[in-house]
């Protein structure tokens, strides 16, 4: 079992930024990725980010790239997303997630809330 804490987010006014920060404890040793999937208003739960734990690799999705950066603390198993120049569309609450070894279920954190005014 992997448990995740999320904490950050807040409101922000467009063209601003925000920090979220993930910290992974329980079976972290079983951890593949970890990332985060937004979900706003009416809409569907959709991939922002991830980054693999083994090497560092990330990987973004289209809608972020050259605004969010995701980075990662081993030591700590903590995850970090750096949203630099936010737009209106990004507001939604962001779920950090991790990828266990052995299993294509997920592990989610609770989630927490951005919201980007324009």
């Known amino acids: 079992q992997v448990h995740l804490v999320e904490s950050g987010g807040g409101l922000v006014q467009a063209g601003g930024s925000l920090r979220l920060s993930c910290a992974a404890s329980?079976?972290?040793?079983?951890?593949?990725?970890m990332g985060w999937f937004r979900q706003a208003p009416g809409k569907e739960r959709e991939f922002v980010a991830r980054?693999?734990?083994?090497?560092?690799?990330?990987y973004y999705a289209d809608s972020v790239k050259g605004r969010f950066s995701i980075s990662r603390e081993r030591a700590r198993y903590t995850v970090n997303l750096q949203m630099n120049s936010l737009k209106f569309e990004d507001t939604a609450v962001y779920y950090c997630?991790?990828?266990?070894?052995?299993?294509?279920?997920?592990?989610w954190g609770q989630g927490t809330q951005v919201t980007v005014s324009s």
């Open positions: 980054m693999r734990w083994s090497n560092g690799e990330p």
């Open positions: 329980g079976r972290t040793d079983r951890i593949l990725a």
């Open positions: 997630y991790a990828d266990p070894l052995g299993s294509d279920n997920k592990f």
